[in-house]
T-cell receptor
């Protein structure tokens, strides 16, 4: 079992570009979560998804951010028109139920 | 809204000493409490999960207790080793975890 796989590990984008972050959950896990860790801050919940459904997106910024978890393929966190304040580590986690998280190694986004 | 606080923010101990890390939360109606370890520039490794009906969990040198009535959890690490140096995070909630800011531990050889 390969664990939660996130790619890329590091991503550099210029201001105004789009960032796409991918997350493949652990085998058998149907619940996916995205968290953001800003520099010198704790992890903050962004969104909770199940296959083809967004269950809770209360932590997502209202604009430019979107997430999906299609029937086939990985979950995608998409950030349009990135700004310097989007620079952070983005972590994906998965679970077989609504507890017992396993986290991925994260994607570190740098906006230049 | 669940608020999670971890004290102390940093801790430095000599090798072999026992570690005591504290976590407090404001909403006692938590679903689960989970302790994680984070190494610099890395992801989170789950250490222990305590469900709300449980009082403690143990794994090797690690023991975590949960007291919902007082809104506290404590992580004990016995006989610390330099490899235990990391940031330890506690998180409370159901599917939506609220994280503390962490305790950064340094174990001196």
């Amino acid at each position: 079992n390969a664990g939660v796989m996130q790619n890329p590990r590091h991503l550099v984008r210029r201001r105004g570009q789009e960032a796409r972050l991918r997350c493949s959950p652990m085998k058998g896990h149907s619940h996916v979560y995205w968290y953001r860790q800003l520099p010198e801050e704790g992890l903050k919940f962004m969104v909770y998804l199940q296959k083809e459904n967004i269950i809770d997106e209360s932590g997502m910024p209202k604009e430019r951010f979107s997430a999906e978890f299609p029937k086939e393929g990985p979950s995608i966190l998409r950030i349009q028109q990135v700004v310097r304040g989007d620079s952070a580590a983005y972590f994906c986690a998965s679970s077989p139920d609504t507890y017992g998280y396993t986290f991925g190694s994260g994607t570190r986004l740098t906006v230049v | 809204k669940q608020e999670v606080t971890q004290i102390p923010a940093a801790l430095s101990v000599p090798e072999g000493e026992n570690l005591v890390l504290n976590c407090s939360f404001t909403d006692s109606a938590i679903y689960n409490l989970q302790w994680f370890r984070q190494d610099p520039g890395k992801g989170l490794t789950s250490l222990l999960l305590i469900q709300s009906s449980q009082r403690e969990q143990t794994s090797g040198r690690l023991n975590a207790s949960l007291d919902k009535s007082s809104g506290r959890s404590t992580l004990y690490i016995a006989a610390s080793q330099p490899g235990d140096s990391a940031t330890y995070l506690c998180a409370a909630g159901d599917y939506k975890l609220s994280f503390g800011a962490g305790t950064t531990v340094t174990v001196r050889a």
